[in-house]
């Protein structure tokens, strides 16, 4: 059984999914990335992701590129290459610089650090922190 | 043993991190977060974070608010609760509305499923993200 | 030195842990899984693997397929690219059909939203769960 | 700002997401569990995984011990003590003994130990796994 | 039910692991650690992890300092606050000064960079590091 | 845009740090690792990055071994491929032999399974464990 299914051989409720994508980036939907091609086989799941997406990136009060950074955020505290690979790609599309991506890991860095030393030492929390 | 040096019982080393911490802040060294109490028996391992923290909140292209949450982003991913409560906190003094917050937990939650899609199909990275 | 030792090459210890493996999967010791080859020259780490295998999915209270479940459940929030490809394999051999496949991703994906939503929002435990 | 909002405190769309819940499980709306109590804020976080939630545990192949076994798989890999704490009265609501609990461990640290194994020995995955 | 089983009121199964471990530490197998009445419930799985715990820490070509510390550096990577607290104590009593403390901090620090710089920066391994 | 700088192509910022790691382990600044061809675009996470491993790696009270040692632990917990091959590949050259990789590698097993067990099991840090 191969990993991914490609557009022309997907059902057509996986289908609607991948022109619904490719219509909005304008591509053509033979063109979708991999994650919808493994997808493709499990329509219920694809749906659902696909709905999240939309949503989470609909216009709103963050700006685009905002978001991409968040979504680069976690997936490099999570260490999923496929989503480093991908949406790294998508927010230099958005106008990442290099000297934004360089600010930006060195917040990704400072964080994992604090991350790591609240743990390791123990920090219990501010009093002032606790009503967030 | 106790976790937390207060701020009068500090090394001279100690006492000169936190004094640095606490002009930029403006606020009272006695009043500094429990994390730089935490640290205080480790000079060297407070001044490299103290020093990795101002490097990486200095002025720069990305605005501090969207540090702020790519910071909080990675602690979400990393589960850390005293770096959740203590950013959370920050991002909201530096303008995160609850609208903004919402927002941001949207795409945070998305890339934490569209991290675990990726590993559980085990998705080939594309060609086209492969150049990141 | 290479990462994996054929069974042919491998000490009385390592060949012993195999051969007692494949007698009870009925496949020749020579075609053993790629992660017995390359326990091969910890012998001691090598049989204290091989026997928790064995009592995990001794027969009892749980089927085997939901075992299988609950390994492949835990190799995805580790991300274990190894663990999801070697037992989603046997999943399958024990009756995986795409359809359980893909309901079993949905209770993964929850759990997974779950976790972040409880630490992200910071949820206090329900007295009546502190029992458990 | 407090971390929970009381049902009787909630904006009618989180009211609707509650009432919902607790007609399924037969409580009454203001016994509902914490998790939504502090999601009450963000309505369309939480009405997204309400939704998700009631998805992934729909009637299917799998029978619903099963599911919570595996909601419980991911939230102890990922360390969510909330969930853990949740999930488990769930699994024991659902008929999980003791006996069923600790064939479970098992499974869970097998599963754990068997994921570092294969990350720090480096093992390729078996040319029989690759199309999983 | 309450999550710890005090000494008096365990298994036999469970009394003799206690006991085992007690006379080796010469405590009162009262005074065992929690982790112990814990697992009390769930002899199969307490009995190997004692076993296993054991065989990590017979004596060997490790010191038991050093096992101390690299048991000590998984759980601050894993951030599992009970482990960091007993695990940090016993280091302590096995020699760990607060010199050779921040020592350890600095290195658990500088790794958990680079495990991050390592994967956001997609960097592919070495040949000359292929072999391990 | 490719992932990897070769020495002769990096900006004089790079290269400093380069040569200054090629002088202390005296190879060519040609032969770095892959890790700092990686980062040569961001001299500023570069320096900071080159800066932490020199202190955490300066002699001290803990021998060079039992510091590649916890890097190591560390990477694995964190299952960072990249780390595991070559801090392995530095333990063995700073002496770590089969035998003692087998002794490190059960106390890794070890703590992981101490890790999941004391969170599966929700276990209260013991008062004697406080202080630490």
């Known amino acids: 059984m191969p990993k991914l299914t490609e557009y022309k051989d997907m059902s057509p409720r996986a289908k609607a999914v991948v022109e619904d994508i490719a219509k909005r980036r304008t591509v053509d ?40 950074l968040v979504y680069l955020a976690v997936s490099i505290a999570n260490q999923c290459d496929y989503c480093i690979a991908s949406h790294g790609t998508m927010a230099r599309a958005k106008g990442m610089t290099d000297e934004m991506h360089e600010e930006f890991m060195a917040v990704v860095l400072a964080a994992q650090k604090g991350n790591k030393i609240a743990m390791a030492y123990r920090v219990p929390v501010d009093a002032a922190f606790e009503e967030m």
């Open 29 to 68: 939907p033979a063109q979708i990335n991999n994650v919808w091609k493994a997808l493709a086989k499990h329509p219920a799941v694809m749906e659902r992701f696909a709905e999240e997406m939309k949503a989470a990136f609909a216009p709103g009060k963050l700006d685009p590129l905002t978001k991409e």
